[in-house]
């Protein structure tokens, strides 16, 4: 039995996520194989135990990282809420960045970014931003930070990415309005086109945010990565001890934004 001639089509016009997810198509026909994307596997020093990931199907997602949470004049900061430990992850976080953007792995920044009118919030997402009533609340204006700032708004000053964070032109942005990045959001569907098994996770804070996102991609059966250093809590140290315990113990593994750079510039180019 012969076998059946296939048509070279690499060269036809793409629908799809390029190098990732594509189909190649012409006015006949529609070659639905997916790239063959190569293993680059890294070897990671981590708690509680090393691991072994392919950098190919690998994603940093960072949370939060924004002016509300971050800065002295923000939200937190206008409370007397102490947001030092924040700020201070944005060097262990662009180290990080920079290693996995040479080595083609995606970063995602995953942000809190509200609709004017909160006609998506339930009251339960809105009480803890407002626990009397008598505050701004999400949306809502902040007249202790620069004017016309709304609380974790869409657009506005406290929803944006502190300054010291390196953004790049090929980084994914994608807006919240939960804890969870992956509730009514499309965080989901981007990983799945990416061909994304393995998410590393930096923000705040660390047990809110961060904790809720990394517990449902584990739920989604995503293998998932909390990097120590570049998360933080303004919550107390116990609370922080407890996520990381929580992440080594029933939803993955811990790391330093040290041995994961170290990890990341030793695999194969």
Known sequence: ?????????????????????????????VDMRRPQIPVKSARLEALPQSVVFDLSRSAFIVIDMQNDFCCPSGWMGSMGVDVSGAAALAAPIN?????FRAAGVPVIWLNWGVRPDRLNLSPGTQHPFNPTGAGAGLAGTVTTAPAGHKLLMDGSWGAQ??????????DIH????????????PLDSILRNLKVDTLFFAGVNADHCVLGTLMDANFHGYDTVLVEDCTATSSPDFCYQATLHNVRFCFGFTAT??????????APA
Do not use: C
């Open 1 to 29: 039995m012969t076998g059946i001639a296939l048509p070279e089509t690499a060269h036809w016009p793409q629908l799809g996520t390029a190098g990732r997810n594509v189909y190649h198509v012409s006015d006949a026909m």
């Open 95 to 99: 180290a990080v960045t920079a290693a």
């Open 161 to 170: 990415i502190i300054d010291d964070l390196v953004q790049a032109p090929g």
């Open 174 to 185: 994608i807006g919240k309005h939960r804890i969870s990045g992956f509730w009514d959001t």
């Open 257 to 266: 934004s040290a041995l994961l750079v170290e990890a990341v510039d030793a």
